[in-house]
């Protein structure tokens, strides 16, 4: 019996999200183009699909490559609050790193090093871990809200048939790049490959996530899709790398306090 | 003898020719004299900015390293290799006779955030509420108070002047919390829950302040006792050395002064210092934008007033300003508004009154600085390390190359420079096995990953339960704090007392010398010859097997060190030039000459001259044009050159000053500069008198007397 209203809001909400969904198609199929409000759609769903009406965690494992120098490794812990647009990443690995950390609240980014005990604020430009990584690529997406979407066709990503979009950022929004192209797949609408260009046009990054994974979330009532594996290369300093493993997400509550600066601060005492 | 006589006599009859041609001797002399008497005073002088400073005469770095060492060039870490055996090299080098000592180094840039003016308030009132320090979390808090107040009254006023509807959401939002956290209501209820009320002022209040000062500091990471005693233009300003074996960092009073010191201060000392110079208010454009930046940055000054510290000043600027303006803003503002009548005034009365009252220097002697730094590996490193004093290179303080230089112990150096040692490699190399990663190439990723056989994988891990999550979550994961224990939790802790502890430690000889360094300085003993000196370091390195390449101090200072090598070769060019043109005019006008003197040299030969005598003639009047007129050139040279070496050239650029050691450039004559100049002379002289010397020889009586008719 307790299971019942769930699952009637659950079926309730299956045709909305039925509607909106793009039309599943084979990848070895030429998709049917879109028109600018399908394109728009596509976008809406790949924010909702990343999205959890509660709290998130996942533990990650970072490693930058770049040539001529030693290997850059992290384990760290990804904490999300979607419904308040809070973030927070706590490095655990190696031992330098441990407690260092990284919490957004609003529109403040900090970062935190508990061999020194201060707070920086840092911008969304933020190398995380001096990686080529940044806030947004474990963050929450709101591309639909923070860029313009222009629908480009149906591209070939390898063997794949992809739809391909162009995203601009939106006047008076902050965020770490003017403009991102996008190949989204056909099947399952996730994000395949990702451009990021600098407001002169130049192309900055490119990101692949070959793996996704998808988790029931109660408190959504929906699945939650998160990158398993995001493979990002330097496109200004070529031959630099940054793969990101996304591994055990977690959906459950966490602790109210948990999002502030004293919660980091105590994790390194 | 008679020859001689000839010669004087031809010069003073051919007055015309004589100018000319002693003209461009005397002209090539004075040359030679002003341009040796250059190259040489700035050779020294340089070489004492430079080998005294920072860079001793030799310089050490990896041998095959990627980039060569450059001092002044150098703006990161760049690629100049490491010296992982300091201690042996050390050892083995200071053994030589010629070597005095041999200093660690590594040269490097980093940040130094300042945050904004209320970003420094509100960490204050953070750490006084970890400590439970409720005199100071009131003294602090109040300021805060009044800062925030400041800003809504800053927003409010530029409500009243903008559109709102123009206005970001943010924006907007900002505006109602700035005003929310002006409410007496708020500030009411700050004990209550303090973290709270510091994580709503950190994160919505704080954005609205003014920008975040950024420092950027470029630095020697050194053994500071032995750096201290063996560059012996190094001497403290303000505070102490850094005692032996311990961490600090020595700022530098030129980036003291330029870059960490209140900007209005700042610009305050710099108009002094210009009108010192002669300049006036009311005619120098610069300082009227320095005035104009006083004025409009009013918030530099008010932002950091408390209340008492506002009431002072107030009433010290109503009654400078003889007003009742009560309104601050406005009151610094006229302040500010200085003309040549009243600047020394309120010059003074700004050091008085408002420079007790503010944060004069964002660092302070004794405070504990936090510096970022890129490792070698890129990623961003922090330290905490303790200021002790400001220094200065002597007669360098004006110039900004050495003034850039700050001194860092070498273990903070170390630190930042994120050097893996063979622990953290294991460390790293255990975690990249773990993860099971396969390397891409950007060449080939997209095929690997979305070609034939392979595509997107999708995982549906909704079976896999919060406690199977759980069970792989790391066991030093982060716990979950109550909101009891984090507002109980007490100031400090494993990683702060650890910081402490560093602080105060004192290192050993054996362990600053047992780590990585980039490079290192020789300093000769003072009669060693260079070349000397870079030999036997040279056939040391050789003979132990050393993976080392020496650099001489030229060398290692990069383009600067050239800098000599360059005004050498413009100045043999210049020469050459000159010597070339002399070359020929005084050809021409001697042919001429030559020419002109038939019927006597006809003469010559008919009462018996031989020709050889007729071309020591030549020659010896050569000779006495390049020695009357060289003299003088010499002469001329000379006096501009003891001129100058007595009274000194301004040196009126931050380049100049590095060139000259000093702010005043004092040229001398090198002792072998005059005979230098004398013998060019006189192989220009004489080589130019050679063809028309062989036209003579070739004249015969009877061409003299065909002449004649």
Redesign the interface.
């Known amino acids: 019996m307790k299971y019942f209203l769930p699952i009637c809001l659950f079926l309730s909400a299956l045709p909305a999200v039925a509607q909106e969904a793009p039309a599943p198609a084979a990848p070895d199929a030429q998709p049917a183009p879109l028109n600018e409000a399908e394109a728009l759609k596509w976008i809406q769903q790949l924010d909702d699909r990343q999205r959890n009406s509660g709290d998130y965690r996942t533990n990650i494992y970072m490693e930058r490559k770049e040539r001529n120098k030693n290997d850059v490794v992290f384990d760290a812990t990804v904490f999300r609050r979607d419904a308040d647009d809070k973030l927070m990443i706590l490095f655990q690995a190696p031992k330098a790193e441990k407690g260092k950390g990284y919490l957004r609240v609003d529109k403040n980014l900090w970062m935190y090093d508990p061999t020194t005990g201060k707070w920086e604020r840092r911008t969304e430009r933020e190398k995380i871990g001096g990686t080529d990584s940044r806030r947004a690529d474990f963050d929450e997406s709101r591309l639909a809200e923070e860029y313009n979407i222009k629908y480009e066709g149906a591209e070939k990503l390898g063997s794949m048939w992809t739809q391909k979009m162009t995203l601009t950022l939106k006047k008076g929004v902050d965020a770490a790049y003017a403009k991102m192209v996008l190949w989204l797949s056909t099947s399952s609408g996730n994000t395949l490959k990702k451009q990021e260009f600098a407001d002169s046009g130049k192309l900055m990054r490119t990101t692949y996530t070959p793996k996704w994974v998808k988790k029931f979330s109660p408190s959504k009532k929906g699945d939650v899709w998160t990158p398993k594996e995001i493979r990002i290369f330097d496109e200004v300093e070529k031959g630099n790398s940054t793969t990101i493993l996304l591994k055990e997400q977690d959906l459950n509550s966490l602790p109210a306090n948990l999002f502030t600066k004293a919660w980091l601060e105590s994790q390194s005492r | 003898m008679i020859l001689i006589h000839i010669a004087l006599r031809n010069l003073l009859t051919h007055k015309i020719k004589s100018a000319i041609v002693g003209g461009l001797l005397v002209f090539a002399a004075l040359l030679i004299i002003l341009g040796l008497s250059l190259i040489s005073s700035i050779d020294t002088s340089m070489s004492k900015s430079i080998v005294n400073s920072v860079a001793g005469h030799i310089q050490l770095q990896e041998k095959g390293a990627?980039d060569e060492l450059s001092i002044f060039g150098q703006m990161g870490s760049n690629?100049i290799g490491y010296i992982h055996n300091f201690a042996e090299i050390r050892k083995a080098i200071e053994a030589l006779p010629e070597v005095a000592a041999v200093v660690p180094m590594g040269i490097d840039s980093s940040i130094v955030?300042g945050?904004?003016v209320l970003?420094v308030k509100l960490?204050a009132l953070?750490n006084a509420v970890k400590a439970g320090d409720a005199k100071q979390v009131d003294i602090v808090r109040r300021h805060v108070r009044r800062m925030v107040a400041l800003l809504d009254e800053e927003l409010k006023n530029l409500k009243g002047f903008s559109d709102q509807e123009k206005m970001?959401d943010?924006m907007k939002q900002g505006v109602i919390d700035v005003t929310a956290a002006n409410q007496p209501v708020f500030w009411d209820s700050f004990d209550q829950d303090p973290?709270a009320h510091?994580?709503f002022l950190?994160?919505?209040i704080a954005?609205m302040a003014i920008g975040?000062d950024m420092l950027m500091l470029r630095y020697v990471g050194t053994d500071t006792e032995r750096f201290r005693k063996v560059f012996d233009r190094f001497e403290m300003v303000d505070g102490t050395p850094i005692p032996p074996g311990q961490r600090g960092f020595l700022i530098n009073k030129f980036t003291y002064e330029e870059q960490v010191k209140h900007k209005t201060a700042r610009r305050l000392d710099k108009i002094k210092d210009r009108l010192a110079e002669g300049a006036k208010i009311a005619t120098d454009d610069e300082i009227k934008q320095w005035i104009k930046l006083n004025r409009t940055q009013y918030k530099e000054i008010t932002f950091q007033l408390d209340d008492a510290a506002t009431a002072d000043v107030k009433a010290a600027l109503q009654d400078e300003l003889q007003t009742k303006e009560a309104d601050m803003a406005k009151l610094v503002d006229a302040f500010m508004d200085v003309n040549d009548g009243n600047f020394q005034k309120r010059y003074d009365l700004f050091y008085k009154v408002v420079a007790p009252r503010i944060r004069l220097y964002g660092i302070r002697v004794g405070d504990i600085m936090?510096i970022?730094g890129?490792?070698?590996?890129?990623?961003?490193t922090?330290?905490?390390v303790k200021m002790y004093g400001t220094f200065r290179f002597h007669g360098l303080d004006r110039s900004t190359m050495a003034g850039a230089f700050n001194v860092l112990d070498l273990m903070t150096y170390r630190d930042l420079l994120g050097y893996?040692t063979a622990d953290?490699?294991a460390?790293?190399a255990k975690?990249?096995a773990?993860?099971g990663?396969k390397?891409?190439k950007?060449d080939t990723?997209?095929?690997e990953?979305?070609?034939?056989g392979?595509?997107?994988?999708?995982?549906?891990?909704?079976d896999?339960t919060?406690a199977q999550?759980?069970a792989?979550?790391?066991t030093?994961?982060?716990?979950?704090?109550?909101?009891t224990?984090?507002?109980t939790?007490t100031p400090g802790?494993?990683?702060?007392l650890?910081?402490k502890e560093l602080e105060s430690h004192v290192y050993s000889q054996d362990e600053l010398d047992g780590g990585v360094v980039r490079s290192a300085a020789i300093m000769l003993k003072p009669d060693v010859d260079l070349k000397v000196g870079m030999a036997k370091v040279n056939a040391l390195i050789d003979e132990k097997k050393f993976a080392l390449k020496a650099l001489d101090w030229r060398a290692a200072s990069g383009l600067v060190g050239n800098f000599v090598g360059v005004i050498y070769a413009v100045l043999a060019f210049s020469i050459f030039v000159i010597f070339l043109v002399s070359l020929v005019i005084i050809n021409n006008s001697l042919v001429m000459s030559t020419l002109e003197r038939t019927r006597e040299i006809g003469t010559m030969r008919a009462i018996g001259a031989q020709r050889w005598e007729i071309l020591l003639m030549f020659m010896v009047e050569a000779f006495v044009m390049a020695i009357v007129f060289g003299a003088i050139g010499c002469a001329l040279g000379y006096s501009i050159v003891a001129y100058f070496g007595h009274f000194g050239l301004l040196a009126n650029n931050d380049f100049m000053i590095f060139l000259s050691g000093g702010p005043r450039f004092y040229p001398a004559l090198p002792g072998w500069g005059l005979p230098v100049a004398m013998i060019a002379v006189l192989i220009v002289t004489l080589i130019s008198t050679l063809y028309p010397a062989w036209l003579a020889m070739r004249i015969t009586p009877l061409a003299a007397m065909q002449d004649s008719e």
């Open positions: 990627k690629e955030f945050g904004n970003d960490e953070r970001s943010d973290f510091l994580e950190e994160n919505k954005k975040e936090t970022n890129f490792s070698q590996s890129g990623y961003a922090t330290v905490n893996m953290k490699k460390e790293i975690l990249q773990q993860s990663i390397e891409l950007r990723a997209e095929a990953l979305f070609g034939d392979a595509g997107e994988q999708v995982e549906d891990a909704s896999a919060p999550a759980a792989v979550t790391p030093d994961a982060p716990a979950a704090a109550s909101p224990a984090v507002a939790a802790g494993s990683a702060k650890f910081a």
